[in-house]
């Protein structure tokens, strides 16, 4: 099923009001809430319902289609999603995608002098101008080890100078990250020779019962009750295989599992591999921009993540497969390893002066080479009056105790240096001690907000579908929620966008599970695992919004 046509199952009270003011916001009372069930309502995109008309935490859109915006004209509004390729051609993003005017396509002319030759429908940056694109990139680590090991290799902390410390601290912590994400590797390692040995094995111990291997998985679970205490050996070749039917594990997928991890080693985590040199000339000088072509869908193994991500950008903004005005903007810098510094500054700087308003990036990696290239970006788009939303990350980390992730907003001494980035972790579908999302980062002074971020239905390539999880789904709906502003209250600032996405939420005082190898049964109130406490609200943040446009 297409995600636009699930809202023609849906019967709409269309109020024709043209005055926000009569509508108050939504404040439940969670002491009279009911907890909803899974089994009794469907998951497919649960996100935009209700926490007191349909006992689902969502954002509350429907309420927002079926009343605030009835009658009312949207402002176009650009949503620059930072990300990796994308699927130019899929029918949820095809007619929502930003087109540059101003340029005139496959003329091999920067028509508009913004400095990106052809720039049709966005840039990407993982490629050289001859329109060949990479797949593999460095991790951040390696990049660091490389740029100061001819100056650092050898040395102890007593032969450093005072102007150094800095820089051979970051050498030192990158050698450590890499070692461990080199450990790390070797269980993908080990699983796929445990997957190419065991498979072949498996498969042909079973012909001797089923010669034309027509089995099914309930034929197998029906065999694995019968024989699992008798002959335990056949036991674990049923069990192989019917996990590999349940999971369409083939041949053919054994074979790319592997070839993907050997391609990773030789290029993602190999201290010999240097990522840049096919394309960028100059990856330690961010005034040397001629690299990256307009080629967004070259490889389809890397446009799944920003299929994902933009498609529920315009899910959480359509009505009626109407998408209220708003594009997306395609930057592609998300390879196979960690982004470059460089892409990350250079792309934010492209959305700014190419009139997105809302940057979306759903993306982090562990540190960072050239931070300040980031940072001032941030500042420029703050300086222009651009909101960037990101994901907290799904590592289930206390981010106030360790804030290894970046791109952040906090300079050396942990300041922000901005009010124009939002940081958004994930809740679930369920009121209960499950809201919080076990995989979700969180933090009391790092996280901002929570939104819908769990089993929910996105996009992927080739006009497919899927049900996903993780907190770059939930800066996804919140850059949604921030585009639906924007598109009704333009004159609002980025600050003041963010602030109303915070203030607006809704509070959830309840306890919900956030477990620890010390105390598995840990809860915590879910107001105290964010800096607002609460989850994203879009009916909420249109009031508000309202009220704050008229100075209130």
């Avoid at 306890?511 to 010390?518: F, G, I, S, W, Y």
Wanted: charge should be negative; glycine fraction near 4%; proline fraction near 4%.
């Amino acid at each position: 099923m297409k995600l636009r046509e699930y809202f023609f199952l849906f019967p709409f009270l269309l109020i024709a009001c043209n005055n926000i003011k009569s509508y108050e916001p939504i404040i439940p009372d969670q002491n009279k809430l009911n907890t909803w069930k899974i089994g009794e309502q469907g998951l497919e995109l649960w996100f935009k319902k209700d926490i007191i008309i349909d006992s689902i935490p969502g954002i509350s859109a429907y309420r927002v289609y079926d009343s605030l915006l009835t009658n009312r004209k949207p402002k176009l509004t650009i949503v620059a999603v930072i990300d990796g390729e994308i699927d130019l051609d899929h029918q949820e993003l095809k007619n929502n995608l930003w087109v540059n005017i101003d340029e005139i396509p496959n003329n091999q002319i920067d028509d508009d002098k913004n400095g990106y030759v052809d720039d049709i429908a966005g840039w990407n940056f993982l490629g050289n101008l001859q329109g060949e694109n990479i797949k593999y990139a460095s991790i951040e680590s390696i990049r660091i080890i490389q740029q100061f090991q001819d100056k650092f290799k050898g040395k102890i902390d007593s032969t450093i100078t005072e102007e150094s410390k800095k820089d051979f601290l970051k050498y030192q912590q990158a050698i450590i990250n890499y070692e461990n994400k080199l450990k790390s590797k070797q269980s993908d390692i080990n699983y796929g020779k445990f997957l190419s040995e065991g498979y072949p094995l498996a498969k042909k111990e079973l012909r001797k019962i089923f010669p034309k291997e027509d089995y099914s998985i309930q034929m197998l679970d029906s065999l694995y009750e019968l024989v699992k205490e008798t002959d335990k050996s056949l036991a674990e070749h049923v069990y192989f295989i019917n996990d590999c039917l349940k999971y369409n594990i083939t041949e053919g997928w054994i074979l790319n599992y592997n070839n993907e991890v050997d391609s990773s080693l030789a290029t993602t985590y190999n201290l010999s591999f240097y990522d840049r040199l096919k394309f960028d000339l100059k990856p330690n000088d961010l005034d040397y921009k001629t690299y990256g072509n307009p080629h967004l869908n070259n490889n389809e193994y890397l446009n799944k993540h920003s299929t994902k991500v933009s498609s529920l950008v315009l899910e959480t903004v359509t009505y009626q497969n109407r998408s209220h005005n708003i594009q997306i903007m395609p930057l592609a810098i998300s390879p196979i390893g960690s982004e470059h510094d460089k892409d990350i500054a250079l792309a934010i700087r492209y959305a700014v002066d190419n009139g997105a308003s809302i940057i979306n990036m759903s993306f982090s990696k562990e540190m960072s080479l050239h931070k300040k290239w980031v940072l001032e970006a941030i500042k420029y788009a703050n300086e222009n009056n651009v909101l960037i939303v990101t994901s907290a990350g799904n590592s289930y980390v206390n981010i106030n105790v360790l804030n290894l992730f970046e791109p952040n907003d906090k300079d050396e001494n942990g300041k922000e240096i901005s009010d124009n980035f939002l940081v958004v972790g994930s809740n679930s579908p369920y009121f209960n001690k499950y809201l919080f999302s076990y995989f979700s980062n969180y933090g009391i002074n790092e996280v901002d907000v929570f939104a819908p971020g769990e089993d929910i239905q996105v996009a992927m390539p080739n006009n497919n579908y899927t049900v996903d999880s993780g907190t770059s789904l939930s800066a996804a709906i919140t850059s949604g929620v921030a585009a639906l502003i924007r598109s009704y209250y333009p004159d609002l600032t980025a600050s003041q966008v963010k602030h109303i996405l915070m203030d607006s939420g809704i509070e959830y005082t309840i306890e919900v599970a956030t477990p620890t190898k010390e105390d598995p049964e840990k809860t915590t109130p879910f107001n105290q695992l964010s800096k607002s406490g609460k989850v994203v609200n879009a009916y909420n943040a249109l009031i508000l919004a309202d009220q704050v446009s008229k100075g209130k």
